[in-house]
């Protein structure tokens, strides 16, 4: 079984559009992540959840939404694409405390906005 | 705020030889935790090892090590015995105890040549 999964795979849209990603993990985490990889490979926190709640919110635009339903799963959801949105975007899931783990990835999500 | 420096962009390393990666941190805190990933071509993110900053002994995975300086707040990476399939980006990572968050530095492309 996969420990952190997300769909789809590769998503390809034209600007304007609106798109979600999705993202499921079943190792029991009470904290779940979205980083975003740009094209020169660097990896940035955009999001970070704590048993559903909003933790960290980095400087990302509001057309990028997440929404945890459970703490299982944390989507995202960009409204009103740009071609500046095209990158690789990973989901990740760990415990905090008790002792904290290593952050868990999902195979990550290659966005291209034409 | 936590950064996390690699100033190799891209090392070389013959199969069979050792090489070492840098990695040095900044953090204010006192108990944190260092990872190093590995993301071959594949675009997954894989766990290489981890350092818990209380821990005095230096961690080790089969031929991968880490030289951990908690004073000069060194982390690098050292792989033994290099292999073809050690070709990849090397991310070293920083996670406080209070935060919520793996910090990457902007990586280490390594090519492990015949």
């Known amino acids: 079984d996969t420990a952190v999964s997300q769909t789809p795979k590769y998503l390809v849209t034209q600007m304007g559009n609106d798109k979600s990603i999705k993202c499921e993990q079943n190792?029991?985490?009470?904290?779940m992540y979205w980083y975003k990889q740009d094209s020169k490979k660097f990896l940035k926190i955009m999001f970070s959840y704590n048993n559903k709640e909003l933790i960290i919110n980095e400087t990302v635009p509001n057309r990028f939404s997440p929404k945890s339903p459970d703490k299982a799963h944390l989507n995202l959801h960009i409204n009103s694409l740009e071609l500046g949105d095209s990158a690789v975007y990973f989901c990740?899931?760990?415990?905090?405390?008790?002792?904290?783990?290593?952050?868990?990835f999902g195979q990550g999500t290659r966005l291209t906005v034409v | 705020a936590q950064t996390v420096t690699q100033s190799q962009p891209e090392m070389s390393v013959q199969e069979a030889e050792t090489v070492t990666l840098s990695c040095t941190y900044d953090t204010s805190e006192n108990n944190y935790y260092l990872f190093w990933y590995k993301q071959p071509p594949s675009r997954q993110m894989i766990l290489v090892i981890r350092q818990e900053a209380y821990k005095q002994q230096n961690a080790t995975e089969n031929r991968f090590s880490v030289n951990f300086q908690k004073a000069a707040k060194s982390f690098s990476l050292k792989i033994s015995d290099s292999q073809l399939g050690d070709t990849a980006m090397y991310f070293c990572a920083f996670m406080t105890n209070s935060g919520y968050a793996l910090n990457f530095g902007k990586g280490t492309s390594l090519l492990v040549t015949p």
């Open positions: 990740a899931s760990s415990r905090y405390r008790d002792p904290p783990t290593e952050a868990f």
């Open positions: 190792l029991g985490h009470d904290t």
